[in-house]
């Protein structure tokens, strides 16, 4: 890539933004998590978090790198329905909303969304989950990894893996610091800078291209964005929404919060922070129908959204989209970080290789695996191997086979063990094929159709009788129960 | 079927309001949450 074409700011304007930003979150991370010495402090905030850090956790979490890069990049290819599928991607939050609260009540001293699985169906259907959920987090992870250095490469010219790693290294500092605390804490600030910095550049970019210029120059050029009939948009929208709510009903990003909000909060937090969610996936794309009005040649697609607001709105501009999208990449990193880490703290640690590990023992692993987890998404992302849309459409056909097993196991006491396995499996492998043959936007709508028809069928020719007070009575946290298996 | 201007402009406006007035709610929850004593 040629740093001279693309990069808008100086390499040293660049490195003071970043570290201004990096010591702010560390210092705010540590001053959040001051009080998190034990485990459930440091995995769940001490399970107290209130509503307004609980809306604002899930915001952020859910206003990824992805968001704010990848929802131009999809207007670009996908026109108007690109950033409609994109915000239907709020339909997760808001169905996870009534889920918060079973969790919560059904699994009062649960920790991770692998306990749920375990405990629901069984060793088997709890491996294959795992492998899924540990999957698409680490795609994830080196989604928003990639996406750090290729933010900074566009904005300032420094090098993509200087930039990448900065970033890692500053979500691993302050998460290691202090935990989900400091996570939910530094949210907060993420998400209101975010929202303050997209609608500012919304509003200007209304101002300095109109939407009469736009929509003219979309039309001569690229009629095929402005079309509403546009099939593989069309496509692209439902399977979008199956993929956001794959992602969100599985991932333990989502149930560690679940379980960190106090009583109450679950689904007062997931529905506000839906609905508040919608609109950003438009705000942040619509700049990319300006391309053909600006004449931008944009050398790759997943940098169109810096280099149009860039374009648009000079330095400050470009200063401006640096904070705001370092700030939604370390509000999703570090989210990320925390529950992968849990995940594999209580599911791989203890329920693998460790089962009588007492709680101090845990606390220790618990940040030494934030730090290897840190270091395996870096070496992963060392070499830039995937744009953001293709990586995150690939696990698409993964997370949206867990949708009905999750669901029905949460609310259908007849769901069947063999019933989760096999939807998970054979909606993976049918997504996956899709992925291939027909292409990324059917991949998760493939893979949740198959899963689903195979829970149905299991669940009315070989019913379970799952007692729920089994999740209870077995779920209370790690380190303090009397063992890992079912 | 080609999105008017309209459309466009709609779609986009309305977002935008609708964003601007996220970060007001979020700050009216916290002062809500913090007065209560429920931030954590």
Redesign the interface.
């Known amino acids: 890539m040629d740093e001279v074409r693309t990069a808008i700011l100086d390499p040293m304007i660049g490195w003071i933004v970043l570290a201004a930003f990096s010591v702010l979150w560390i210092l705010l991370g540590w001053w959040f998590g001051r009080d998190s010495e034990d485990l459930e402090g440091f995995m769940l ?2 399970r ?6 609980g ?2 956790t899930a ?1 952020a979490t859910w206003v990824t790198s992805n968001t704010t890069m990848a929802a131009p990049q999809l207007a670009l290819q996908l026109g ?1 329905w690109g950033m ?1 599928g994109y ?1 239907l991607g709020a339909v997760g939050l808001i169905l996870f909303a009534p889920l918060a609260r079973r969790i919560r009540s059904l699994m009062p001293g649960g920790f991770t969304s692998g306990d749920f699985v375990r405990l629901r169906y069984g060793t088997t259907a709890w491996r294959v989950f795992l492998g899924i959920s540990l999957f698409y987090a680490l795609g994830w992870l080196i989604s928003m990894g990639t996406a750090g250095g290729v933010l900074i490469h566009a904005l300032t010219g420094i090098d993509y893996r200087l930039g990448m790693t900065v970033i890692l290294a500053i979500c691993v500092a302050y998460t290691l610091l202090g935990g989900l ?1 400091a996570v939910i804490g530094t949210d ?1 600030l993420q ?2 800078i975010i ?2 910095g ?2 500012v550049l ?2 200007l970019a ?1 101002r300095r291209v109109g ?2 210029p ?2 003219a120059a979309v ?1 001569a050029e690229r ?1 095929a964005l ?4 546009f099939p593989a948009a069309i496509m692209f929208l439902f399977n979008n929404l199956l993929f956001g709510i794959g992602e969100i009903f599985h991932s333990n990003v989502w149930w560690s919060r679940a379980f960190a909000f ?1 009583e109450g909060v679950g689904l007062p937090a997931y529905l ?1 922070a839906g609905l ?1 969610w ?3 996936p ?2 942040a794309g ?1 700049v990319a ?1 300006g391309v053909p009005a600006l004449a931008l040649n944009v050398p790759s697609a997943d940098m169109v959204g810096p280099m149009v607001a860039a374009e648009l709105l000079g330095q400050s501009g470009a200063v401006l989209v640096f904070v705001v999208v370092f700030a939604a990449l370390a509000s999703s990193l570090d989210s990320l970080l925390a529950a992968t880490s849990d995940l594999v703290l209580t599911d791989l640690y203890r329920g693998h290789l460790r089962p009588d590990a007492t709680a101090a023992e845990l606390a220790r692993a618990a940040r030494w695996i934030v730090l290897g987890l840190g270091l395996l998404t870096w070496l992963l992302c060392l070499p830039r191997v995937a744009t953001l849309a293709a990586l995150l459409h690939f696990t698409g056909a993964f997370v949206a086979s867990t949708i009905w097993p999750i669901a029905a196991g949460l609310y259908w006491r007849n769901a069947s063990s063999q019933g989760a396995v096999l939807g998970m499996l054979l909606g993976t492998a049918s997504g996956l094929l899709a992925y291939h043959v027909i292409g990324f936007y059917v991949a998760a709508l493939v893979s949740a159709a198959v899963s689903m028809a195979v829970v149905l069928i299991a669940t009315r020719i070989a019913p379970d009788r799952f007692e729920w007070h089994e999740l209870a009575t077995s779920s209370v946290a790690a380190g303090r129960s009397e063992g890992g298996s079912t | ?5 309209g ?3 709609v ?6 309001i ?3 007035a ?2 007001i ?3 009216g ?2 002062v ?3 007065l209560r004593g ?3």
């Not at chain 1, 107290?48 to 850090?53: I, K």
């Not at chain 1, 402005?226 to 009939?229: M, P, Q």
């Not at chain 2, 779609?11 to 935008?16: M, R, S």
């Open positions: 905030a001490g107290r978090v209130g509503l307004a850090l809306v604002a915001m108007l409609i915000s605390r907060f998400t209101v929202l303050v997209v609608v919304a509003w209304i939407f009469e736009m929509h039309l009629p402005l079309d509403l009939l106090r506000i508040l919608i609109p950003i438009v705000v619509f129908l | 079927m080609i999105a008017s201007i459309f466009l402009e779609l986009v406006t309305g977002a935008t609708v964003a601007t996220s970060p709610v979020l700050l929850l916290w809500r949450d913090a429920d931030l954590w």
